[in-house]
């Protein structure tokens, strides 16, 4: 048997396939598109925002113009039914005149037309002595005046300027006994006295008239005229007082003029005094107020609402020096005090009148 030589064993390398290893990168989210309507909608309210700003800026820039303020505030002054004013005034005279050298009133005020009230203290000052008078007024329904004064006995007391003391010592008596008595002042009779003869229907025609002013159809008559004949021109100076921003005042006279023409000639507000004789024409009121010279006053009026809060003057010439102020409210109603009794003022004046009638023709 043949010896074979064994075969070598020879081994291939078998090849394996696998699969290549892939790093992928991580999975990024597509990106998502904002939807139109949320556009449109934020352009429109961009828009609306800036046309709103603009138009605030508008608007503020026309709501503090001085004409726009003079407008509102005098237009609301006409339309309240009642006005109160409180303050105080004082009068200078450089030339002393019967030996007075200055007056001051402090006064307190309320008025729906009629009825008004009024109460306040007059001090007098006659070099270094003072003359202090308490007062009280009041004009009712039936348009007479009342009024009441306390301090009389103590100032016909005290030493009188030269020029006053020859008429004061004539009547003495008759002014102490006037000292806290509520006199009533009838203008018809007071003036019959003086030879000046109204009549009493006349009067009373004119104060049916005046009365019908406090009334809403009256009231909307004057705001109309004024917003077809504003005459009140301001300058803003930025003083303050009572919460209202200062105001210089004056007044345009042909405008005032217009304005007094139209209520008297194109409205229906003055209609009570038709029948009055003593009521002037339209003609009249406009020659009246057309070169009316007035000082200027300052206004303290409200920036927001436009509301008259205080007025203030200052006025000053060879004879005389004005200066003062009223702050202003607006209640809704007023109380009048009505007196029980009081004694006609005329009667009074029929008494002293014959008494000072030649003295008064003697002062200087």
């Not at 291939?12 to 597509?30: C, G, L, N, S, Y």
């Not at 605030?56 to 004409?67: D, G, H, I, S």
């Not at 007479?144 to 006053?164: A, D, M, N, R």
């Not at 009572?242 to 042909?254: C, Q």
Request: charged share 20%; proline share 6%; with cysteine.
């Amino acid at each position: 048997m043949d010896n074979e030589q064994p075969q070598p064993i020879t081994s291939e390398p078998v090849e394996t396939q696998t699969d290549p290893i892939v790093i992928a990168p991580d999975p990024v989210a597509p990106a998502k598109k904002k939807p139109k309507a949320l556009v449109i909608i934020a352009a429109i309210v961009g828009v609306l925002l800036i046309a709103g700003g603009v138009f605030a800026v508008l608007w503020f820039v026309n709501y503090t113009k001085p004409e726009k303020v003079a407008l509102d505030a005098m237009n609301k002054l006409f339309k309240a039914p009642v006005v109160k004013a409180e303050g105080d005034v004082s009068i200078m005279f450089p030339k002393q005149p019967y030996g007075i050298t200055s007056i001051e009133l402090k006064l307190e005020a309320g008025s729906s037309i009629i009825p008004t009230y009024s109460k306040g203290n007059l001090t007098f000052s006659a070099g270094e002595d003072k003359f202090s008078l308490d007062i009280n007024a009041a004009i009712l329904s039936d348009g007479i005046i009342y009024f009441q004064t306390s301090g009389l006995t103590e100032v016909v007391e005290k030493p009188i300027p030269t020029s006053l003391k020859v008429i004061v010592d004539q009547v003495t008596a008759e002014i102490s006994n006037l000292d806290r008595q509520w006199l009533k002042f009838d203008l018809v009779e007071t003036l019959a006295l003086f030879d000046v003869n109204v009549s009493s229907s006349e009067y009373d025609c004119l104060i049916s008239g005046i009365k019908t002013l406090n009334s809403d159809a009256a009231r909307a008559s004057f705001v109309d005229g004024y917003t077809k004949f504003p005459f009140v021109l301001l300058e803003k100076n930025n003083n303050t007082l009572n919460d209202g921003v200062g105001y210089i005042a004056s007044i345009e006279s042909p405008r005032l003029a217009n304005f007094a023409s139209y209520l008297l000639n194109e409205t229906k507000t003055l209609n009570a005094f038709k029948s009055c004789e003593a009521l002037p024409t339209a003609k009249d009121a406009h020659n009246a107020f057309t070169n009316l010279d007035l000082p200027s006053v300052t206004l303290f009026i409200s920036d927001w609402g436009h509301e008259l809060k205080a007025i203030s003057l200052a006025y000053t010439n060879d004879s005389i020096t004005v200066g003062g102020g009223l702050s202003l409210s607006y209640p809704a109603a007023i109380e009048t005090e009505t007196p029980t009794s009081a004694k006609p003022f005329s009667a009074f004046l029929e008494t002293i009148l014959p008494k000072i009638k030649d003295q008064l023709k003697g002062v200087q």
